[in-house]
Every structure is written in structure tokens, then in C-alpha cells.
């Protein structure tokens, strides 16, 4: 595993789309520190079932041993959340439109990871794409 460098960016691809992101190191540190850790990072992201205009990542058990920090509900187009765990599975939430983050046991609130900062206008494809289309592959890598 690299080290994470300070204001480092990260590259996220969603099936042919490419964003580019920022950590969001002074409000979430461990947060961030724990899914720097963890790049290259590759899954599928599929369409969040309760939260709105959003896809997630299910990521099952996986416990990153990180606190609340920087947690929110509400987060904007490209305000990437991670859930870890505890009332519902790990997960990360990519919104692409208007969400309230939630899952079967009722609102949740996730640690603001990341902010998508170029080419956020295409997160309307991933709205599109993922639920009429299904599961895509994505990947958070350095920059």
C-alpha cells in the first residue's frame, strides 16, 4: 500500500465515465486515511434501493475501524458518503441527484468521503445508466 499524500485527488471511473475528486482530509481524517489505504480500489456500483438519486457500493462487513466523522444524511450530487457499518452493511454512496441516504431499517448518515470536483455534469449519466441499465464496474484510484 502507498502512503497518501496531502490534497492528493482521486481518480473515480464509473463504467466509462471519469470523474476526479478530493478527500475530504480536515473534516473526515481517518475516514479518509482508512480508504486511501484501500486504492486502487474496484467494485460495482449498483442503485440505492431507499436513498433516492444515488448509487452505492455494498461492501458487506468490511469494518475500516473508522468513527463517525463529518457524517450527513443529505449529501449533494458528488458528495461521496462511507457507511461503516453498524445498523445496515458497509457501504459507499455516490448521489448523482437529490437523496436522502437511508436502507430497510430506516435514515442513515454516512462520513462525507470525498467530493467529485471535474466533471460532476456527467453524474446525470450515472443516474441514468445505473438503474435503467444496471450494475457498473468503478474504480477509485490516486490521480
Known amino acids: 500500500m502507498t502512503e497518501r499524500r496531502s490534497g492528493e485527488r482521486v481518480r473515480i471511473c464509473i463504467g ?22 484501500l486504492l486502487p480500489f ?16 455494498p461492501m458487506g462487513d ?6 463517525y466523522e463529518n457524517n450527513t ?3 449533494a450530487p458528488g458528495e461521496i458518503l462511507f457507511y461503516p457499518g453498524g445498523l ?10 437529490g437523496c436522502t441516504f437511508s436502507s430497510h431499517v430506516g435514515q442513515l448518515s454516512g462520513n462525507h468521503l470525498l467530493t467529485i470536483v471535474e466533471s460532476r455534469q456527467h453524474l446525470a449519466e450515472v ?6 441499465e444496471g450494475a457498473e464496474n468503478v474504480l477509485f484510484d490516486r490521480c
Open 16 to 37: 466509462r465515465l471519469e470523474f476526479a475528486a478530493h478527500f475530504e482530509e480536515e473534516a473526515a481524517p481517518r475516514t479518509c486515511a482508512a480508504f486511501g489505504n
Open 42 to 57: 474496484k467494485n460495482r456500483i449498483i442503485q440505492a434501493r431507499w436513498s433516492g438519486g444515488a448509487g452505492y457500493i
Open 62 to 67: 468490511l469494518d475500516l475501524g473508522v468513527p
Open 73 to 75: 444524511s443529505h449529501p
Open 88 to 97: 445496515s452493511q458497509t457501504e459507499i454512496l455516490i448521489p448523482y441527484d
Open 127 to 132: 443516474g441514468r445508466r445505473v438503474p435503467w
